[in-house]
C-alpha cells in the first residue's frame, strides 16, 4: 500500500517563494507527480519526478529523495492565481501491461495573499 | 483538442438508486481512470481500464462497476446509492506511451446523494 503525507494549509506573499512538503511510504514506486487543483476544477499535471535531483519548469520545480521517501514543490515569484490545492501523488509499481495507478496524498491548500 | 469530457457536471439522487456516469478521454487516448474524491481529500482510485479491460480497482465496494467501449470513452455505474457516495468523481485518460505519462483528468461530476 502506500502512504503519502502533505501539510494541509500554507499561506504565503505574493512575490515570494513556497516550497510545498510530500513524504510517502509505498510497496512499490514508478515516480512521483505534483498536480495543481483550483477549487471546484480538475487537476492540472504540474511535474513528474522518478530519478533523484531537481526538476525546474519555469516557476515552478520539483525535487526527488527516493531513498528518504520525499519530494517537495517549489513555488517562486508568487503570484494570486497561483492560490489553489496542489496534490503529491505516487504511481504504483509496473503491476501487468497497461496498468496505470496514482495514489493521492489529501492536497495541501496554499493561500497567496498580498 | 478537446479535453476529457464528463457528463453530466451536477447530479442529486435518492439513497439507494442507482447512477451512470460518463467519460470521453482525449482523442488517441487508450486508458481511461476513475477516481472518486470527497471534499477536502485527494482523488482516490476506482477504476483503470486500457484496451477496454479492466487494469485495476481500488478498494470499492461491488457496488461500484466501470466498463470502456470501442471507442474507448468509458461508464462508471454504483448501485444501492449511500450518503457516502457523495463526491466528486473524476475521469482521466492517459497515452501511456511512456512512463511519465501523466493523466489528464475531467472537470468531474459532482454527484449528492440525499
Known amino acids: 500500500g502506500q502512504n503519502i503525507d502533505q501539510p494541509t494549509e500554507m499561506t504565503a506573499t505574493e512575490g515570494a517563494i513556497v516550497q510545498i512538503n510530500c513524504t510517502y511510504q509505498?510497496?512499490?514506486?514508478?515516480?512521483l507527480f505534483w498536480y495543481q487543483q483550483h477549487a471546484g476544477e480538475a487537476p492540472t499535471f504540474l511535474s513528474y519526478n522518478v530519478l533523484d535531483g531537481l526538476e525546474e519548469k519555469g516557476r515552478f520545480s520539483s525535487f526527488l529523495s527516493r531513498s528518504k521517501g520525499y519530494s517537495y514543490l517549489l513555488l517562486k515569484e508568487l503570484q494570486m492565481k497561483d492560490s489553489a490545492s496542489y496534490l503529491c501523488?505516487?504511481?504504483?509499481?509496473?503491476?501487468?501491461?497497461?496498468?496505470?495507478?496514482?495514489?493521492f496524498g489529501k492536497g495541501t491548500k496554499l493561500s497567496v495573499i498580498p | 483538442d478537446a479535453g476529457v469530457t464528463q457528463s453530466p457536471t451536477h447530479l442529486i439522487k435518492t439513497r439507494g438508486q442507482h447512477v451512470t456516469l460518463r467519460c470521453s478521454p482525449i482523442s488517441g487516448h487508450k486508458s481511461v481512470s476513475w477516481y472518486q474524491q470527497v471534499l477536502g481529500q485527494g482523488p482516490q482510485f476506482i477504476f483503470q481500464y486500457y484496451e477496454k479491460e479492466e487494469r485495476g480497482r481500488g478498494n470499492f465496494p461491488d457496488r461500484f462497476s466501470a466498463r470502456q467501449f470501442p471507442n474507448y470513452s468509458s461508464e462508471l455505474n454504483v448501485n444501492a446509492l449511500l450518503l457516502g457516495d457523495s463526491a466528486l468523481y473524476l475521469c482521466?485518460?492517459?497515452?501511456?506511451?511512456?512512463?511519465?505519462?501523466?493523466?489528464?483528468f475531467g472537470n468531474g461530476t459532482r454527484l449528492t446523494v440525499t
Open positions: 482521466a485518460s492517459s497515452t501511456l506511451d511512456r512512463v511519465n505519462s501523466p493523466l489528464h
Open positions: 501523488a505516487v504511481r504504483d509499481a509496473y503491476s501487468g501491461a497497461g496498468s496505470y495507478q496514482l495514489t
Open positions: 509505498t510497496s512499490g514506486f514508478n515516480g
